[in-house]
């Protein structure tokens, strides 16, 4: 199986997907949320936010499916190269004139 079924496999079997956002958490720290989440049992998570790189949310939960979401192509790049699961380019995209073509242009340069 190649790492990329692997990853669709888990990320379709995630059982809570959680989305990291300062603006709802009420003060808590990324890092405390995520903790609290996984108390609850997430087995994947978003990180918006950039306090929490993705090499420390793998080194708190190795088995985390993770997700990164990004605003450019070289944030994906980079959260890809530094082993995000899943990349969200939804900003980028839902900003362009054309939002189909700048989702496959994205994908492609990725």
Do not use: W
Not at 79 to 107: D, S
């Amino acid at each position: 199986m190649s790492i990329h079924d692997d990853r669709m496999r888990r990320f379709c079997e995630a059982g809570l997907y959680f989305v990291t956002s300062q603006a709802l958490s009420e003060g808590r720290s990324t890092i405390d949320s995520v903790h609290r989440a996984l108390v609850g049992g997430i087995t994947l998570i978003q990180l918006r936010e950039k306090d929490l790189p993705i090499a420390a949310a793998r080194a708190i939960a190795p088995d985390l499916i993770i997700g990164a979401s990004s605003h450019t192509i070289a944030e994906a790049q980079d959260a890809q190269a530094n082993g995000a699961h899943t990349i969200a380019l939804v900003t980028a995209v839902a900003a362009a004139p054309n939002p189909e073509q700048a989702a496959r242009e994205l994908i492609e340069d990725i």
